[in-house]
């Protein structure tokens, strides 16, 4: 006999809803704007930002009149990130990794039907320096999170994405049938591609890290979209040669 879940406290979810709303935004945000995105009674909202900027977790501008997030926030991040076993093994994979083939790449987990990029090294020869840490993107628009899907079955990838999936560049794939179809090549070849799906001009390949079963995790090499095969072929060896090495690492740390 199945026992029904206890429903959510509703506080406590409202909170957590204004905050990812919050860290969503470029912007300080109204409550105008606030209501407008949640849906919350203003009433209820107005009484949950004040509690949340008395303790930090939201700021405000110099009117008072816009939120943002707040320091305590990135305490939180932060202390997930000291505390994550898999990440000190993960970056010095980064380092290696960047230094054999001198180009951006990062460390990322799935979180539902997004990744959140946990650590990033950057090339050396990057212009600048767009911070990744910490972001949040729709799996199905990055090499990482397609190559990360494709450790699910179909019918749980389209259970797990939203409809209509939306779309960052001209070239990202929004027909779910399509990237269905891109999925069963990525675990045919065990590797992701794409090319300008979620930011004009840059191409990706991603490996997942199979420490877990299925993979929560993976790496992935950002590059010219304009590179010749060859190099993305080089540059696709070495992230399997390395990936293949920090899962053979976390397995035989124990960490799970």
Same mark, same amino acid.
């Given at each position: ?68 997030? #707040? ?154 979209? #304009? ?26 740390? #124990?960490?799970?």
């Amino acid at each position: 006999m199945s026992m029904e879940q206890p429903p959510l406290v509703k506080s406590a979810e409202r909170t957590v809803r204004i905050l990812e709303t919050l860290a969503e935004s470029h912007d300080h945000l109204t409550l105008s704007e606030l209501q407008q995105r949640t849906g919350f009674p203003r009433s209820s909202l107005h009484a949950l930002m004040r509690t949340l900027v008395e303790l930090n977790w939201v700021e405000t501008d110099s009117a008072r009149s816009a939120f943002g997030i #707040g320091p305590h926030a990135l305490l939180t991040g932060t202390a997930y990130l000291d505390k994550d076993p898999a990440l000190p093994f993960a970056q010095d994979c980064l380092e290696d990794l960047r230094d054999e083939i001198g180009q951006t790449v990062h460390f990322a987990r799935r979180d539902g039907a997004h990744v959140l990029y946990l650590a990033t090294r950057e090339s050396r020869e990057a212009d600048h320096v767009i911070p990744r840490v910490g972001r949040r993107l729709p799996a199905h628009v990055t090499a990482l999170g397609q190559v990360l899907l494709a450790q699910l079955t179909d019918d749980e990838v389209v259970a797990l994405l939203p409809s209509p999936l939306v779309a960052l560049t001209e070239h990202t794939i929004t027909d779910l049938t399509k990237l269905t179809d891109e999925l069963d090549q990525v675990r045919t070849r065990g590797w992701a591609y794409e090319r300008e799906q979620g930011t004009p001009g840059v191409a990706c390949v991603a490996v997942a890290v199979d420490y877990r079963i299925p993979a929560t995790d993976a790496i992935s090499c950002s590059m010219p979209a #304009g590179l010749p095969r060859s190099e993305v072929e080089q540059i696709t060896e070495a992230i399997i040669k390395h990936t293949r090495k920090l899962a053979a690492t976390l397995r035989r740390e #124990g960490i799970r």
